[in-house]
């Protein structure tokens, strides 16, 4: 009966230790499984905050097509193409009479001949 006895409490002993690697293991995985759960929260809080800023900029980017077109002509309510060819006109040719009395009104001085 003692050689039974000692028989079972190798086997036992042999159960403790098993278990104790067992439960080794399991908080390992355990570990390992918190900071891939931790990562992909990370990486969806990234893309989360990059999906805003792409849309945010597409935002923007509409809207400033939206003001170029209107300031075009090409949308309704903007301004007509005519319109900002004859502001250009109007433009040029203003600036080209403004120099022209300017050159006209302040002539450039010429040294007088020397005899």
């Known amino acids: 009966m003692a050689s039974s006895r000692s028989v079972e409490d ?14 080794s293991k399991l908080r390992t995985l355990r570990g390992v ?10 990486q969806n809080f990234s893309l989360d905050d990059t999906r805003n800023t792409f849309q945010s900029f597409g935002d923007s ?5 939206r003001r ?3 300031a075009f002509g ?3 309510g903007g301004v007509k193409p005519l319109r900002l ?4 006109v109007i433009a040029f040719l203003g600036m080209w009479v403004t120099l022209r009395l300017m050159w006209w009104w302040w002539p450039s001085q010429t040294p ?3 005899t």
Request: hydrophobic share 30%; with cysteine; charged share 30%.
């Open 10 to 23: 190798t086997y036992e002993a042999q159960n403790d230790d098993r278990l104790d690697e067992l439960h």
């Open 33 to 42: 499984t918190t900071d891939i759960y931790e990562d992909v929260e990370r």
């Open 61 to 65: 980017l509409a809207q400033s097509a």
């Open 68 to 70: 170029a077109g209107q």
């Open 74 to 76: 090409l949308t309704s």
């Open 85 to 88: 060819i004859g502001y250009c």
């Open 112 to 114: 007088a001949p020397e």
